[in-house]
């Protein structure tokens, strides 16, 4: 299951539905609005193996790996997050949801940087397309 957070912008929703990728929103289907971080982690643990996409980065500490959920920080602008979800999604490390949960991870331009449970060290990956 696919949550993506509150303040992602409206026109990323609808590229995220044209191209047919589920989701549901914090406030829009899923949770309250006004969630505050410590909040969405409880609504996390409540769920069926989430992927969380934000632009928050707080959500980026490895601290918060768990093997029920996935945390996703999009470093990218507002108006480039449905293109980097997709491209993580569709990445050959993270395409189904068992490879990414455990995991909290960043994307950026660069590639992805990735903290997994029970693994002291982050591993950079790099886009494959």
Known sequence: MNIIDENIIDNQCQLLRGWRIPFRQIGHGVGRE???????????HGLRRPTFFTRDDDFYDRHLCHAGYCLVHLAVKKDEVAVFLRRLIC??????????????IRVSHAGLSVWRIRIEKQIRFAWTD
């Open 34 to 44: 006004g969630l505050k971080d410590n909040e969405i982690i409880s609504l996390l």
């Open 91 to 104: 990445h050959r490390e993270f395409n189904t949801e068992a490879k990414r949960m455990g995991s909290v």
